[in-house]
């Protein structure tokens, strides 16, 4: 059987998660990871997508995020979050919302990395917003 460790994801307004979980899926930029127990120290950013949170318990709970960066160490990982929540509660409307305002932000960008930035941006959120679609 698996180690157990411990998880935090934190958002800007609450802690979302704390607890001994058997293993997370993050959505790291260069790609999904999965971290368990003992895992080698880790830093890197998060993009938008889907964190899926397996807990000691057995119970199975996924997460929306849209941004942050994530600290693994050996002991837990700490997952902090621009903004987050539980899957169920996020409705295409705001995602919807999130993309449209990244467009308009787009619009009045005047620096190619800035133009970059968000044009990356409002393809992982179109993304996500067919994946959440789908499950």
């Known amino acids: 059987m698996a180690d157990n460790f411990n998880f935090e994801l934190v958002s800007p307004e609450r802690l ?3 607890e001994q ?3 997370v899926v993050i959505p790291a930029t260069e790609g999904e990871m999965t971290v368990m127990a003992n895992h080698a120290p880790t830093m890197t ?11 000691a318990s057995g119970k199975k709970q996924d997460y929306v995020v849209f ?5 693994i160490l ?4 700490t997952l902090l979050a621009e903004s987050a929540i539980p899957v169920e509660d996020l409705n ?4 919807t919302r999130r993309i449209n305002a990244a467009k308009a932000e787009l619009e009045d960008a005047e620096h ?3 133009k970059s930035r968000l044009e ?10 067919g994946t959440i679609q789908k499950d």
Request: aromatic share 4%; hydrophobic share 35%.
């Open 16 to 18: 979302l998660l704390s």
């Open 21 to 23: 979980v058997i293993d």
């Open 45 to 55: 950013t998060i993009k938008p997508g889907v964190v899926k949170v397996h807990s």
């Open 67 to 71: 941004g942050g960066f994530a600290d």
């Open 74 to 77: 050996p002991t837990g990982c």
């Open 92 to 95: 295409q409307d705001e995602l």
């Open 112 to 114: 190619h990395e800035h």
């Open 120 to 129: 990356h941006f409002i393809m992982e959120l179109t993304h996500l917003s």
